[in-house]
Nanobody, 129 residues
Framework: QVQLVESGGGLVQAGGSLRLSCAAS????????MGWFRQAPGKEREFVAA????????YYADSVKGRFTISRDNAKNTVYLQMNSLKPEDTAVYYC??????????????????????WGQGTQVTVSS
């Protein structure tokens, strides 16, 4: 069973930065793509960013491109989301997720929530104006 634990959320002023972490356990982390999604109150869960199994490919939603950076450290079984220039509309619960199949790539796959079988519990990010 895969376990994902997010951390790093909090309250920040607009223009500030946060770094989210997601620690994984339970299987060979380095073989699986990882994604970050978010869900604001009253809205559907939406794709934020994804990284392939090796870290060689990254994908972003247009709304965060140029502000957020996804990365992974396979030695630490951890994926990160560095969020800069935060805006009030970034306020949401942020979830990390692990792909159900190994060695997958491509934005068309990794941007879809149904690609991922394992999800963390989420961490709240609140950006004040």
């Amino acid at each position: 069973q895969v376990q994902l634990v997010e951390s790093g959320g909090g309250l920040v002023q607009a223009g500030g930065s946060l770094r989210l972490s997601c620690a994984a356990s339970g299987r060979t982390f380095s073989a699986y793509a990882m994604g970050w999604f978010r869900q604001a109150p009253g809205k559907e869960r939406e794709f934020v960013a994804a990284i392939n199994w090796s870290g060689g490919s990254t994908y972003y939603a247009d709304s965060v491109k140029g502000r957020f950076t996804i990365s992974r450290d396979n030695a630490k079984n951890t994926v990160y989301l560095q969020m800069n220039s935060l805006k009030p509309e970034d306020t949401a619960v942020y979830y990390c997720a692990a792909d159900r199949a190994p060695f997958q790539d491509g934005s068309s796959r990794l941007s879809l929530a149904r690609t991922y079988d394992y999800w963390g519990q989420g961490t709240q990010v609140t950006v004040s104006s």
